[in-house]
């Protein structure tokens, strides 16, 4: 669910970033002249998503991992070190 969130965070700050550029007299000219150039930065902020997506997901991983490993220290009497 956590990650659900985090897309819907990214979505709509790519939604305002897109009502920012449509109120710009460039962009719309930019857009009419060169439609699939001026699309490809939003292609490239989902590709963005994409990959923090796999990053957050990797740290999840990983501190789930140090959470597992301190449990199992602790279990077996080891001593945190200070």
Known sequence: ?????????????????????????????????????TLQVFELRAQEIQESIAVRRARGEQRDLAVATVHRQTAAGTRLPA
Do not use: I, Y
């Not at 956590?2 to 007299?25: F, I, K, Q, S, T």
């Open 1 to 37: 669910m956590l990650r659900l969130w985090d897309v819907m965070e990214m979505a709509l700050g790519d939604a305002g970033r897109a009502e920012v550029l449509w109120g710009d007299p460039r962009t719309r000219r930019a857009l009419r002249n060169d439609p699939e150039r």
